[in-house]
């Protein structure tokens, strides 16, 4: 049982988690828990970090004492819900990362796991034990505390639960399951009872907030089930919750599953590159040496014979220093002039039934034109469709997207 940072952002909310592992311990299961820090806790540690300066080391992801102080959140829940759960009169004790140990990699602030030694926590769990662990840290070679970056608490859970063989992996959070697209946006958004984890990692990697994408992978990687679920749902009347699964788990599947936004995005476009070998390997080399993700690449013919225009996205946070960078490298590469978009928006279709089913992408371009709506970009795969769009259109899109597929009725209608 995982339980995220709003799940257990007070004591009255800690209280809460309590009795709903209260009610599995009940059921007779072995239970072990996976928590967040309290929600706003470690923006407010990452804060502390920002503000202790120089003469100090630069306090960034590689920083080791970094990673010391923003794990404290994690190990502070991790003991009051275990002190809460002994007031109950259970036995619980709280496990930190390097107690299991959670072996990482030595990428501080963004880990890896790379082994987790489940004999003693599975020898306390079998004993009776209720685990309590704290999410987001393990430890690397040398002893010292290392993080896996935000989100890292579902990718702890996961990977916990795939290393002690539990039956399943049930993630809490403030929303009762995964959606045919953001409620927020449309009140015509159902709940899923089941989506494969090809669905869900694409929806994570598209910017649903719902798991983080390592957490996905791993699940599918161990045959992990995961279920999602609401942990302000009454403990004595869970709600069904949405359950991830191998599609082969799927009997009824959809030919589109989501309509899934992504407002975190801006283009770049680079203007007059020299069309000739080499000069885009040298963009996206530059740009992967600085760990800018890159997600859709188009590259088109320059109005100059000779040259070509290449635009791509990348997260908003990222296109300063993506925009800096290649200005840096203007010389090298030869363009001759760089611009950036900010309002702009990525939608995505996403279902596995686009595999067998013909007609999707054309159901998609028809609907945004229909209404009016420019695509500036495309991206694909096997079951999946990103349009990037102008951000003012972004949130109308969604909704006649999420209309057009029928996924507003339990039945969806095939694609013209």
């Known amino acids: 049982m995982k339980f995220g940072g709003t799940s257990v952002a007070s004591l009255e909310r800690i209280r809460a988690v309590a009795a709903i592992v209260r009610r599995e311990a009940d059921a007779g299961h072995s239970v072990a828990v996976v928590v967040s820090a309290m929600a706003g806790e470690t923006n407010r540690l990452v804060e502390l970090c920002s503000e202790v300066g120089d003469p100090a080391p630069a306090l960034d992801a590689r920083n080791v004492e970094y990673d010391a102080v923003v794990a404290t959140g994690e190990q502070a829940s991790a003991g009051l819900v275990a002190l809460v759960m002994q007031n109950l009169g259970y036995r619980a004790r709280s496990w930190q990362g390097w107690q299991i140990p959670l072996k990482t990699d030595r990428a501080h602030g963004k880990a890896r796991i790379t082994d987790i030694d489940q004999s003693d926590i599975g020898e306390s769990i079998d004993n009776g034990e209720i685990a309590i662990v704290a999410g987001f840290q393990g430890v690397a070679d040398g002893g010292r505390i290392a993080t896996l970056g935000r989100g890292g608490s579902d990718t702890s859970a996961v990977?916990?639960?795939?290393?002690?063989?539990?039956?399943?992996?049930?993630?809490?959070?403030?929303?009762?399951?995964?959606?045919?697209?953001?409620?927020?946006?449309?009140?015509?958004?159902?709940?899923?009872?089941?989506?494969?984890?090809?669905?869900?990692?694409?929806?994570?990697?598209?910017?649903?907030?719902?798991?983080?994408?390592?957490?996905?992978?791993?699940?599918?990687?161990?045959?992990?089930?995961?279920?999602?679920?609401?942990?302000?749902?009454?403990?004595d009347a869970p709600g069904p919750g949405t359950i991830i699964c191998d599609e082969e788990d799927i009997v009824e599947q959809n030919i589109v599953t989501t309509v899934t936004p992504d407002f975190d995005e801006a283009a770049v476009t680079i203007l007059a590159v020299p069309d000739e070998p080499g000069r885009a390997a040298g963009i996206f080399i530059a740009l992967a040496d600085a760990n800018i993700n890159i997600d859709m690449i188009v590259q088109s013919a320059s109005r100059e014979p000779g040259f070509a225009n290449i635009s791509f996205t990348t997260k908003e946070g990222d296109v300063e220093r993506a925009i800096t960078l290649l200005a840096g490298e203007q010389e090298k590469i030869g363009f001759k002039t760089l611009q950036s978009d900010r309002n702009v928006a990525k939608v995505s279709v996403i279902g596995v039934g686009m595999k067998s089913h013909a007609g999707v992408a054309a159901t998609m371009f028809k609907t945004l034109a229909d209404k009016g709506i420019n695509i500036q970009n495309i991206s694909t795969s096997e079951i999946k469709i990103s349009v990037l769009i102008n951000a003012d259109a972004a949130e109308y899109a969604v909704r006649v997207l999420h209309e057009a597929y029928g996924l507003d009725k339990k039945q969806q209608p095939a694609p013209v």
């Not at 009140?187 to 929806?203: F, G, T």
């Open 159 to 235: 990977a916990l639960a795939a290393a002690i063989k539990a039956e399943r992996c049930d993630i809490y959070t403030d929303v009762d399951g995964v959606y045919t697209t953001d409620p927020r946006l449309t009140k015509q958004a159902r709940r899923i009872p089941k989506i494969s984890y090809e669905e869900m990692l694409e929806m994570a990697s598209v910017g649903a907030k719902v798991l983080q994408t390592r957490s996905v992978e791993l699940a599918m990687a161990y045959h992990v089930p995961l279920r999602v679920l609401s942990s302000f749902d009454p403990p």
